[in-house]
């Protein structure tokens, strides 16, 4: 049997679940189903169990704009963000559109029925199952949940001892009085060093080349100032405002004065250090500040556990495991009882579902994307992802809003469909920006940007803010298909949306 749904939401992670939110709050009275492809809700906070997980940017903005974040602390760890995601679901009565173990597979656009035909397997019970709907919604993020990236490294075959990958952390692993190495630099080996070196022998960090860190306390006082002396929503919006404001003004300055930001952030890494560290060798990175994401050390915790020689960071290169840890190609060992090698991600677009339009099947990689939401060709289709250089709800909020624009102008004007008609010319570039491994791995497979307004990602929340929630829906952009029932005659009528 074929069910049929107004609105098909592809992921039950945060982006998910805030979009089922502002659906069910623009359009109470509609259907809707979330399709979720693993047994539980909440995406990325569910999957990740390291120690220490935790947010990489402030709750205030991470968190849901109509819901606010009224934890004490706005550097949470993930079993607080997952209480938060799945609290949120129950509130706004969309637990019940919730179907886990649905992995979609295809979703194939007809444009005569003007409806989405999507096939998802029942992982629990080994069947198929399809839906129908007029809007399908992907917010199944940018990496691959079943499996991370880690290089093959020579000689893993014979470390005695054991090697994880961050993603798929086991239960059993007991690091207390142990040799760590976590290999990496990024985000998930800045939050594992510290968390693991509480109880480890030591842990020392292993890096190619160095990111850049920086400290922010995990508790916000002013925030707390402010919650004592105004109204809940009043306190919310001003620390969240701050925060948009700092953190964009930050990132303009590293784009336009990268030099003193780089200056700036070396002095402030090297106070948190012993006298004498060799800043410039591991805390000094080859690339300029939001080149690639800046990594966040709450209450400058990692530099802490150097200081405390609990933890210590070794730059250089895999020579090759050997029975009892880590050979380097300068020659020195390290040993190790556990290895983590937090090496990266595998960036998969889509959920790797494969999409057709009137039996044609689409290349993603081929694809426009239409003001960092919509994909150029491709009708009646939203894709959720944020930001890079700020927190990932803030652009999520205002895709759904601009996507409940959409479909509330679409049915006053009796359209049945919207596609973004792919630009006719001009120089196309890469969605992200960022220079990090995994985006240089897996970004051809995401949709290009162009370089005007509608088809650019501009990064930037302030512009973005007006351009969705203010700016005209007609940009001649959007090419509209009149419903059925509304046709002026049997031959099919369209138009630029209006």
Not at 220 to 239: E, F, G, M
Not at 323 to 338: C, F, H, V, Y
Not at 392 to 411: G, N, P, Q, V
Request: net charge neutral.
């Amino acid at each position: 049997m074929i069910e049929h749904r107004d609105v098909i939401i592809v992921g039950a992670g945060l982006s998910g679940i805030g979009a089922a939110c502002h659906f069910r709050r623009k359009f109470p009275a509609r259907s809707l189903a979330i399709l979720e492809g693993r047994a539980a809700i909440g995406g990325t906070w569910d999957l990740f169990r390291y120690p220490g997980v935790r947010s990489d940017s402030d709750m205030f903005t991470l968190g849901y704009s109509f819901r606010p974040w009224e934890g004490a602390e706005a550097i949470a760890d993930g079993p607080s963000i997952l209480r938060y995601i799945e609290d949120t679901a129950r509130e706004f009565a969309i637990a019940g559109d919730i179907r886990l173990n649905h992995r979609v597979t295809t979703a194939a656009w007809d444009s005569e029925t003007a409806l989405w035909t999507v096939t998802a397997r029942r992982t629990d019970v080994g069947e198929d199952v399809i839906l129908t709907a007029r809007f399908l919604w992907v917010c199944t993020g940018y990496y691959r949940y079943d499996e991370g990236f880690t290089p093959q490294f020579p000689g893993a075959e014979d470390f005695e001892g054991r090697i994880v990958h961050p993603q798929h952390w086991p239960e059993d692993l007991d690091h207390a009085g142990k040799r760590v190495v976590v290999i990496g630099s990024g985000a998930t080996a800045v939050t594992l060093v510290p968390s693991m070196a509480t109880t480890a022998g030591h842990v020392t960090m292993l890096q190619r080349s160095p990111s850049y860190i920086a400290a922010a306390p995990r508790r916000d006082r002013l925030a707390d100032l402010l919650h004592r002396a105004l109204p809940k929503s009043l306190a919310h919006n001003a620390i969240r405002w701050r925060n948009v404001v700092l953190d964009l003004a930050m990132f303009q300055l590293s784009r336009r004065r990268p030099s003193l930001v780089k200056a700036l952030m070396r002095r402030e890494t090297a106070k948190r250090l012993p006298a004498g560290y060799d800043v410039a060798k591991h805390f000094t990175p080859n690339y300029n500040p939001w080149d690639q994401r800046v990594c966040l050390a709450p209450d400058g915790d990692l530099f802490a556990a150097i200081r405390d020689g609990k933890a210590s960071v070794v730059t250089d290169v895999v020579d090759t495991f050997t029975p009892d840890g880590i050979r380097l190609k300068s020659g020195d060992e390290i040993a190790a009882d556990i290895v983590v090698t937090a090496t990266g991600l595998n960036m998969l677009a889509l959920g790797e579902m494969e999409v057709s339009v009137d039996g044609s099947s689409i290349d993603i990689g081929s694809t426009v994307s239409y003001k960092g939401m919509m994909l150029s060709g491709v009708p009646n289709l939203f894709l959720t992802l944020g930001y890079t250089n700020a927190s990932w709800t803030l652009k999520a909020d205002l895709i759904s809003r601009y996507a409940c624009r959409l479909i509330d102008h679409m049915d006053s004007n009796h359209h049945s469909s919207v596609t973004p008609l792919p630009p006719a010319d001009g120089e196309l570039a890469p969605l992200m920006d960022l220079t990090s491994g995994y985006v240089r791995r897996g970004i051809d497979q995401f949709p290009k940007q162009g370089i005007v307004a509608s088809w650019r990602q501009h990064q930037n929340y302030l512009r973005d803010l007006r351009l969705f929630t203010r700016g005209p829906l007609d940009d001649h952009v959007l090419f509209a298909s009149v419903a059925i029932g509304q046709r002026p005659s049997v031959g099919r009528s369209s138009k630029t949306l209006r």
